[in-house]
């Protein structure tokens, strides 16, 4: 499976930004799917995941209520909506999808497939 971001890129604190991750190779449907990020100078850290079926999301704490995580299987892309944005959430975002039980998990290590990641800068 080939996964492919986009959508990032300069905002400015409390702006909107929408990601998208489109699979190839592979049909989406047989995965559950997460976004994570890294910050410079710090570990990849759980953003959002949705499970295969796309009927339960669960979001890291900081991003509950702001950041929505969707999936158009039929367009095979998973979407990270993120919205009121803070200059402490630059940071390198990355698309990841696990097969298996299509459970969605918050550990990177549990994830087979990457995404080469995309860019959010905000700015203060």
Do not use: H
Not at 87 to 95: D, N, S
């Amino acid at each position: 499976v080939q996964l492919q971001a986009s959508g990032g890129g300069l905002v400015q604190a409390g702006g909107s930004l929408r990601l998208s991750c489109a699979a190839s190779g592979r049909t989406l449907s047989s995965y559950a799917a997460a976004w994570f990020r890294q910050a410079p100078g710090k570990e990849r850290e759980f953003v959002a995941a949705i499970r295969r079926s796309g009927g339960s999301t669960r979001y890291a704490d900081s991003v509950n209520g702001r950041f929505t995580i969707s999936r158009d299987n039929a367009k095979n892309t998973v979407y990270l909506q993120m919205n009121s944005l803070k200059p402490e959430e630059t940071a390198v975002y990355y698309c990841a999808l696990r097969g298996g039980d299509g459970y969605y998990y918050t550990r990177e290590g549990q994830y087979d497939y990457w995404g080469q990641g995309t860019q959010v800068t905000v700015s203060s």
